[in-house]
């Protein structure tokens, strides 16, 4: 066994020992200054250190079956795992006081290093919600920056799609996108994302604090939640409730020094008020991709310059969507205006209208297939472009 193998067993025994979470495994490495001195310092040595009693029990009897466990599955092709003494190991990430001791890997760890924004929020989000955060994404990382999210349901997919979809453009000056599970890399969840896990395996990087065989247990969201903003320059919420864990990752950005961006909506939308209350307590309220390149560009090497460009493209393809209404009818027209950004009832819009619900509805349905608004649940409508 080489030294590099023997000291990665080391590193994986540590973190298999129960109930030794990552701040108490920094304070023994800070103590015996590497795993391999922890394992091998023996009784007296772990008494002198001041260790407990249940600790020292452990630390007696390691569980290497699980060890051999961590590296079977390391055997796969694009499988790695990163110690905090590698030279790979994500800087920023290393930085924060609670930095995963390993970290499992699906894909190129080296993506792990790149400027990267996280892009999180509901997992029940409006489809305006899901085509900001696809849209941002793609943008984003069509400029060279790394989207970086938890791979739930709702925004988080959106904005790992978006990042996607740009990185198969074929478009130069791509960037990533990173995955953050809350389970062991052998399996995906939730299971509704197991193609999109296969891609950005494939094209990007999974990564994991868990070892395999880790089930979805709730209390590993929350913590993981540290390593999506850990990672990141900055992160970036697009619809949360108040009670959200996308504002415990906005907290954990706070408290480890990254940015905080939000992005505003109607103030009688529950899935805004997360959003404002983050402006309130001074997130940066964004409402153009290009807002956030501003704050990051420079710091990320990216060249803002560009994003300039593209921002008059996007106003043009905007003003030239806003002539295409020119050969809208007038009565068209009339009952678009009645319907707002935010979702709107079909009643509501015959009352400003003031036409029939047979008309509204009628002409609704023809908007809608035309890609002037958007029907959501319940019968309610919101303008689509």
Excluded at 65 to 82: G, R
Excluded at 360 to 380: D, F, H, I, K
């Amino acid at each position: 066994m080489t030294q590099t193998e023997n000291s990665l067993r080391n590193w994986l025994a540590l973190t298999h020992i129960p109930n030794l979470g990552p701040i108490r495994i920094h304070s023994l490495l800070e103590a015996f200054e590497s795993p391999c001195a922890v394992l091998n310092a023996g009784l007296s040595g772990w008494k002198q250190a001041g260790l407990s009693e249940k600790l020292i029990q452990h630390l007696s009897s390691l569980d290497w079956d699980k060890v051999d466990t961590d590296l079977k599955w390391l055997e796969q092709d694009n499988a790695s795992i990163l110690t905090l003494d590698d030279d790979c190991y994500p800087p920023l990430l290393k930085s924060i006081p609670d930095a995963p001791p390993l970290l499992y890997i699906l894909g190129e760890p080296e993506i792990l290093k790149l400027p990267q924004l996280a892009i999180v929020g509901s997992r029940n989000p409006t489809h305006a919600g899901k085509d900001i955060a696809h849209d941002f994404a793609a943008y984003l990382t069509s400029m060279g920056m790394t989207v970086t999210s938890g791979m739930a349901l709702g925004i988080d997919t959106a904005a790992h799609q978006g990042a996607l979809d740009s990185m198969q453009s074929d478009r130069e000056g791509t960037g990533f996108t990173v995955a953050v599970t809350g389970t062991g890399l052998d399996r995906v969840y939730p299971a509704k994302n197991r193609d999109m896990a296969h891609k950005i395996a494939e094209n990007s990087v999974i990564v994991s604090e868990y070892a395999p065989g880790t089930p979805p247990l709730p209390g590993n969201f929350p913590r993981r939640n540290r390593i999506i903003s850990g990672l990141s320059m900055g992160v970036l919420v697009v619809e949360a409730a108040l009670q959200s864990g996308s504002l415990i990752t906005a907290k954990l950005a706070v408290e480890q020094g990254r940015e905080v961006f939000a992005v505003p909506g109607s103030i009688h939308h529950p899935l805004a008020k997360g959003c404002h209350a983050l402006i309130r307590q001074g997130a940066k309220l964004v409402e153009t991709a290009e807002h956030i390149l501003e704050e990051l560009g420079g710091l990320a090497g990216l060249v803002v310059e560009e994003a300039n460009v593209n921002e008059k493209n996007i106003e043009q393809s905007q003003n030239t969507e806003s002539n295409s209404l020119n050969n809208v009818d007038d009565e068209y027209k009339q009952v678009l205006k009645c319907v707002d950004f935010e979702p709107t009832s079909v009643d509501k819009v015959v009352e400003r209208s003031g036409l029939t619900a047979d008309a509204v509805c009628s002409m609704l349905l023809v908007l809608e297939l035309q890609g002037y608004v958007t029907a959501l649940s319940g019968g309610y409508y919101c303008q689509g472009r």
